[in-house]
């Protein structure tokens, strides 16, 4: 089993920059597919970003050019720079695991983009 644990999320102002992270628990990390995903109320889960585990990413539309995917294996960890925040940015964010045909999800962390 794996647990992925998310932190940075929060309240910022529109234009503002947030960095979620998540930690997962075994080192199975750097052989897996990472990703975040987020889910606004009423609306579908979407992919926003992902990495391959040899630093390949790729965002959603929405996304590009303001956010930034990154991993660090060593720590066990990926990142999510999001810069020049958006109302429309507002959702729970949630981080995801792929190997080996497992795939896994983290508790999620809420991100409120308001003035």
């Known amino acids: 089993q794996v647990q992925l644990v998310e932190s940075g999320g929060g309240l910022v102002q529109p234009g503002g920059s947030l960095r979620l992270s998540c930690a997962a628990s075994?080192?199975?990390?750097?052989?897996?597919?990472m990703g975040w995903y987020r889910q606004a109320p009423g609306k579908q889960r979407e992919l926003v970003a992902g990495?391959?585990?040899?630093?390949?990413?790729n965002y959603a539309d929405s996304v590009e050019g303001r956010f930034t995917i990154s991993r660090d294996n060593a720590k066990n960890t990926v990142y999510l720079q999001m810069n020049s925040l958006e109302p429309e940015d507002t959702a729970v964010y949630y981080c995801n695991l792929q190997y080996a045909g497992g795939d896994y999800w983290g508790q999620g962390t809420q991100v409120t983009v308001s003035s």
């Open positions: 990495i391959t585990r040899g630093g390949s990413a």
């Open positions: 075994r080192t199975i990390f750097g052989l897996a597919i």
